[in-house]
C-alpha cells in the first residue's frame, strides 16, 4: 500500500474497502451528518455494476481516528457488497475543507467537458434514469453519465436537432425531451418523424395521440411560462405521458384525454432491457 506523507503529519493511501471495513469505519463517525440515501443508492448502483473508479476526493480520518469524510461512498460499499479502492487520508487536521463549496452539477461536468447545451443533456440523461429507476430523486452520477453517452450517441445527436423545434413552441422541458430521446432508439426513424410533428404540429389529425399529448401540455404553460410542473405533475409523470402519446402514435392509435398510465414507459422500457441483454 502505497503512502504519501503530506503536511502537519496527513498521509493519503490508496486502500481496497471491503464492506466489512466500510461498517467498520463507519462505526468511526462521531457526529450524526445528513445522509442523502438518493445518493448512497446512486453510488451503490455504480459499484455493483463495476462503473465505480478511483474517486477523487478520500475518505479522511481525524488525528484520533474519527471519520471526516466518505459516509456515503462507505454506505454505498456495505449496500452494494462490493469491494471498491478509494483513496483514504489519516491523520487529517479538523479543519481540513472536505465537501467545501457547491458540489459540481452533472451540467458543469459536461459543460467543463465542452458537452453543447451541457444543463439540458444532464437534465435529459436524468430523466433517463428517473425512469429506468422509478426513484424521481435520483441523482446520476458521472459515471452513469458516461455510460448513458456511450450508448445512445444517435440519440443525443437527435436531442441536439429537436431541442431548437421544441423550445420555440415552449415543448422544450426536460421531462418532455428526456421521455423522447428514451423511446428513440427503439425505431430511430420514426421517433424522429413523429418528435418533429410533435414539436410543430404539423400532419397530426384530431385525436392523434401527439396533438392530444402537445394541447395538454401547452394549455397548461399559461401566459408563455415554462413549465416547471403541469398540476401536479413531476418529472416522470411527465415523461410517461409523452411516452403513452408516443406509444400509441407507433401503434396508429388515437387518444382523447391525457391520461397517467405506466403502459408506454413499459412499452419503451422492453427495447432497453432486450438491448442490454444482447450486450452482455
Known sequence: MNRIDIRNGATITV?????????????MMRSNRGLSKHLVASFASDMAARRWSLAGEP????????????QHRLRAIVQSQVSVEMFVM?????????????????????????????NAVAAWITVH????????????????????????GEALEFGHRIISPLKYTG?????????????????PERIDELAQQFAT???????????????YLLARRGNGARIVTIANDNRMTIAKKV??????????????????????????????????????
Open 90 to 118: 489519516r491523520h487529517a487536521p479538523q479543519d481540513t475543507p472536505f465537501d467545501r463549496g457547491r458540489s459540481r452539477t452533472l451540467g458543469d461536468v459536461l459543460r467543463i467537458r465542452g458537452m453543447q447545451n451541457g
Open 201 to 215: 404540429g404539423a400532419g397530426l389529425e384530431k385525436r392523434s395521440p401527439l396533438l392530444t399529448c402537445r394541447n
Open 15 to 27: 486502500e481496497k474497502i471491503t464492506p466489512a471495513l466500510a461498517d467498520k469505519y463507519l462505526g
Open 59 to 70: 475518505i479522511g480520518f481525524s488525528p484520533d481516528g474519527e471519520l471526516l469524510n466518505g
Open 171 to 187: 415543448l422544450g422541458i426536460a421531462p418532455t425531451v428526456g421521455a423522447i430521446l428514451f423511446a428513440h432508439p427503439s425505431s
Open 243 to 280: 411516452l403513452r402519446a408516443f406509444q400509441l402514435a407507433v401503434e396508429n392509435k388515437s387518444l382523447a384525454k391525457v391520461h397517467l398510465t405506466h403502459e408506454g414507459l413499459a412499452f419503451f422500457e422492453k427495447w432497453h432491457v432486450m438491448n442490454e441483454m444482447k450486450k452482455q
Open 129 to 152: 434514469f428517473i425512469l429506468r429507476t422509478g426513484d424521481i430523486g435520483h441523482r446520476v452520477t458521472e459515471h452513469e453519465c458516461d455510460w448513458w453517452l456511450s450508448t445512445r
